[in-house]
């Protein structure tokens, strides 16, 4: 199967602040990676799919990049409500695999 | 709008048997791929099962399968997880999700609220 790791597993940041999670599969998945946003006691929704489109309603402030192997979710200007622990998965082929998740504090 | 809701969960002990249930609505389910992903209390998120639309095609992952059975009932609008032989290490918050996307590759869009089930003697 597939390994997926996804860095740092936590991270604080000041408002403002530009932020990046990385998330890297064990081998090439193409662009078939999306990005998920818990917030404390929530459920998980859906910010990207296809490694770089966002999902309608997300705010830009959110991006996604990679193929391959390496992908990167980026939050371009960190806001109080962006506080939350954030997912990468797989969907090229099951299992359909999470990464270990990035919480985001604010500093 | 789409509203997907868990029922089922609650204190099981290891060995016993438990069937979650999810309700489907404001969406044309017999379209869609659904998944179980769960969440074990303090820990990140596991996919479980999914199945295509029509039910042929169905998969596990590793640590569930032979003993959890998924499967869905496009009449009546509801997707279902037989959990059998239950450990304590399956106690977790069972979300039901629904895929979208292309035949071939799709993502989870939506997610019911989640049912807990304990597993504990």
């Known amino acids: 199967d597939i390994q997926m790791t996804q860095s740092p597993s936590s991270l604080s940041a000041s408002v403002g602040d530009r932020v990046t999670i990385t998330c890297r599969t064990s081998?090439?998945?193409?662009?078939?990676l999306a990005w998920y946003q818990q917030e404390p006691g929530k459920v998980p929704k859906l910010l990207i799919y296809?490694?770089?489109t966002l999902q309608s309603g997300v705010p830009s402030r959110f991006s996604g990049s990679g193929s391959g192997t390496d992908f990167t979710l980026t939050i371009s200007s960190l806001q109080p409500e962006d506080v939350a622990t954030y997912y990468c998965?797989?969907?090229?082929?099951?299992?359909?695999?999470f990464g270990q998740g990035t919480k985001v504090e604010i500093k | 709008q789409v509203q997907l809701v868990e029922s089922g969960g609650g204190l099981v002990k290891p060995g016993g048997s438990l069937r979650l249930s999810c309700a489907a609505s404001?969406?044309?389910?017999?379209?869609?791929?659904m998944s179980w992903i769960r969440q074990a209390p303090g820990k990140g998120l596991e996919w479980v099962s999914y199945i295509t639309s029509s039910g042929t095609t169905i998969y596990y992952a590793d640590s569930v399968e032979g003993r959890f059975t998924i499967s869905r009932d496009n009449v009546k609008n509801s997707l279902y997880l037989q959990m059998d032989s239950l450990r304590v290490e399956d106690t977790a918050v069972y979300y039901c999700a629904r895929g979208f996307g292309s035949l071939w590759h799709w993502w989870e869009d939506s997610w019911g609220q989640g049912t807990l089930v304990t597993v504990s003697s």
């Open positions: 296809a490694a770089s």
């Open positions: 404001g969406f044309s389910f017999s379209d869609y791929y």
């Open positions: 998965q797989k969907y090229d082929s099951a299992p359909r695999t």
């Open positions: 081998r090439g998945i193409s662009n078939y």
